[in-house]
């Protein structure tokens, strides 16, 4: 594996992603960005190939608004092997080889705000529960994450409207989650099983860690994109932000991983199930500075 690269897909449209199609099959027409048709590629490696997920659950909603993180390798690829003179043993053919960079691993960084915390033993298909509950908060097959069920986004600002038309409550409080402050989730943790035991999203997360201190007001919604300036609110003290709480939906099997990274099991939330996998709720509370105002 050469050197290792990280590229970094902020929130974009994709509106006209096809869930039902592989990331390679895309229509033209989508001009769907190369960096998210990469962490597709990792995704249904992971999830669906190899961990049984149907293919239309693995993109959803919340890929528009969310940041995404690719990591790449170079690759080595044989596009022609040596040949010899089968008479004099003289080779007649040299061998040919290429070098392109292929993506490894991703995650991604969901903004809030979120749907409700998963019920104790919730069953999730494709981030719906299933036991009669009637709300949606599970990620139907990574490690993290859920499903906020709006459309795609086609700019930052048009990305912060749909957040904001998203229903923001008051939920349960957990264990590290006290219900009401807002937070992100990272989740579609994946690398592709050739590159793992490199450290490849321990790598991933250091990047988005990184990214997220040094931009701790990203995702804070202003108030005209809240819509608190046409009932007259031009304050700040209404306005959801940001203060460094990251929670993971983590499948079970790899709580150690999360573990090492600094989030803890969050006891109050129990278990649940999505795509037939159990998880559990963790979370961290990262460094982030409080922004300085600019003077003018």
Excluded at 35 to 59: I, K, S, T
Excluded at 142 to 158: Q, V, W
Excluded at 186 to 199: C, L, M, Q, S, W
Aim: net charge negative; with cysteine; aromatic share 8%.
């Amino acid at each position: 594996m050469g050197t290792p690269f990280i590229s970094l897909l902020e929130p974009t449209r994709l509106a006209d992603y096809d869930r039902l199609k592989p990331h390679d099959q895309q229509p033209e027409c989508a001009h769907i960005p190369k960096v998210f048709c990469d962490a597709m590629e990792v995704r249904e490696a992971v999830f669906v190939r190899e961990q049984g997920v149907p293919l239309e659950y693995e993109h959803d909603s919340d890929d528009a608004r969310s940041c995404h993180w690719v990591m790449y390798a170079s690759v080595n690829r044989t596009t022609q092997q040596q040949q010899h003179d089968p008479a004099t043993g003289q080779v007649t053919q040299r061998k040919q080889t290429e070098t392109d960079s292929v993506p490894i691993g991703t995650m991604r960084v969901v903004p809030f705000p979120h749907p409700p915390h998963p019920p104790h033993g919730g069953v999730y298909v494709d981030n719906e529960l299933q036991n009669g509950r009637g709300a949606s908060g599970g990620d139907s097959n990574s490690s993290s994450d859920g499903s906020a069920g709006s459309e795609d986004a086609k700019t930052k600002d048009g990305f912060h409207e749909q957040q904001a038309a998203l229903q923001v409550g008051q939920d349960q409080e957990t264990t590290y989650h006290d219900g009401k402050e807002p937070y992100v989730k990272i989740g579609r943790v994946a690398v592709v099983k050739d590159f793992r035991g490199h450290n490849v999203s321990a790598q991933l997360w250091r990047a988005a860690r990184t990214w997220l201190e040094q931009n701790p007001s990203y995702f804070n919604p202003s108030v005209r994109e809240l819509g608190l300036d046409q009932v007259g609110i031009s304050g700040t003290d209404e306005i959801p932000e940001w203060k460094g709480l990251v929670c993971c939906h983590a499948q079970e099997q790899v709580v150690k991983v999360y573990e090492r990274w600094g989030f803890k099991v969050d006891e109050k939330m129990g278990k649940w199930t999505e795509e037939g996998i159990p998880h559990v709720g963790m979370f961290m509370r990262v460094d982030v500075k409080k922004e300085k105002p600019i003077i003018i």
